[in-house]
């Protein structure tokens, strides 16, 4: 169906796509994957003819790219490209007639499809209206309405709660059994692991690994351990044996230095996790993408805490005050204490003594303002 030869697209002496070459069958999911920035969306705008390569070809069924291909090809991008003011129902119109669909044609099928994704009630209202996770479902019944023969996702389950990516799940696999080829990009392993048929890892432009799923993991070995746990794996990835580990609450998928070395692995976790599995199995495709691609040449460190600036000197005045005010409730306290302890107390020496208090507190915090105020004006006058 698609047959893409030594692609490449360069931006101002940036190679975004380096001699890129794949093949998409009919009835077959292809996996387009890759870190950010890796060329993906370069090679999918150039397949769509949105923009043109620098060199290389690209054919569907042998035929080079003309206006008529556009209908037979379904696009959902990973941006959100609805109407926002505009009813669903005339959304999915106005793209199908894009398609070169009468409205009497698309009607039916928009009914068709609102009920599948459920939305049968929604056509009336609008698409600001919906949240996420519908506006994504009303993007890919645009992209599904007019029948493609090809049919090219980028990022379809962003939004969707987990029944409806079932549901998109089944949808994609009804459409690849009636020969339509699917190019399915996604940063989401899991899915790509279950559905896809094929995938092209690229990176940094260049296709770093390509081919059949199960052949791409049987290339990878079966060295890999999994671990269903209770307590603090931390330790894992400092163990002597262990390649690499990618370890989370309660799960981790090790890669051991030798795959002989399972027994070894085993005696050093006993009495530190409580196992609940431990099987060794081929290295998922989440593990393979990390391999093959690598970390972050340098990760952008966090800014560093803020250092607390040292209290300055308390000024000689503001000093005196606050002592002032810190014996006179000293006082305070002391003459009320004697008073209570009378048979016959008389409060007006401790009233006299607190209301001095009161204004010797009042004192105090003036001149710490009016301190407080001059440091200001200083430190701006030292600016200027």
């Known amino acids: 169906m698609l047959n893409v030869s030594h692609l490449r697209k360069e931006y101002d002496r940036v190679v975004a796509v380096d001699d890129v070459s794949l093949t998409v069958k009919r ?7 890759g870190p950010n920035g890796a060329g993906k969306t370069t090679t999918i705008r150039t397949v ?7 060199a290389g070809t690209i054919t569907f069924d042998g035929k080079h790219f003309s206006p008529e291909m556009w209908n037979i090809i379904g696009y959902l991008p990973e941006e959100r490209g609805l109407y926002r003011k505009s009813k669903i129902a005339n959304t999915i119109l106005y793209f199908a007639s894009l398609k070169g669909l009468s409205e009497s044609e698309a009607r039916p099928r928009v009914s068709y499809w609102l009920e599948r994704f459920g939305l049968k009630d929604a056509g009336h209202r609008k698409v600001e209206e919906l949240s996420k996770g519908n506006q994504q ?6 992209s599904i309405l007019h029948k493609p023969q090809l049919l090219i996702l980028d990022e379809p389950f962003s939004g969707l709660d987990p029944v409806n990516q079932i549901l998109l799940k089944d949808i994609l696999m009804e459409l690849r059994q009636q020969d339509v ?3 399915f990009s996604t940063h989401q392993m899991e899915q790509v692991e279950k559905m896809c048929d094929t995938i092209c890892l690229i990176n940094k432009g260049r296709i770093v690994l390509q081919g059949l799923l199960r052949d791409v993991k049987k290339q990878y070995g079966t060295n890999s351990i999994r671990l269903e ?3 603090d794996g931390a330790f894992l990835k400092s163990l002597p044996i262990v390649k690499r580990a990618d370890v989370y609450q309660n799960y981790a998928e090790l890669e051991l230095v030798d795959v002989t070395q399972s027994r070894e692995l085993m005696a050093s976790l006993d009495g530190r996790l409580n196992l609940r599995k431990f099987e060794m199995v081929e290295p998922s495709l989440q593990s393979i993408f990390i391999n093959v691609v690598g970390m972050p040449e340098s990760l952008e460190q966090p800014n560093p805490p803020p250092v607390a600036k040292s209290a300055e000197p308390m000024a000689p005045e503001v000093k005196k005050a606050l002592i002032s005010f810190l014996m006179g409730i000293l006082l305070m306290l002391g003459f009320t204490v004697v008073e209570a302890l009378k ?3 008389n409060w007006i020496g401790p009233l006299v003594i607190t209301a001095a ?18 440091s200001r004006e200083s430190g701006k006058g030292g600016e200027r």
């Open 357 to 374: 208090v009161a204004f010797s507190g009042f004192r105090f915090l003036k001149i710490k303002s009016d301190s407080e105020r001059k």
């Open 229 to 231: 746990f209770e307590g």
């Open 137 to 142: 479902k009303v993007q890919l019944i645009c």
């Open 48 to 54: 769509l003819n949105v923009i043109q390569p620098d």
């Open 181 to 183: 080829a699917i190019v």
């Open 343 to 345: 048979e016959e107390p």
């Open 27 to 33: 009835g077959e999911i292809f996996g387009l994957l």
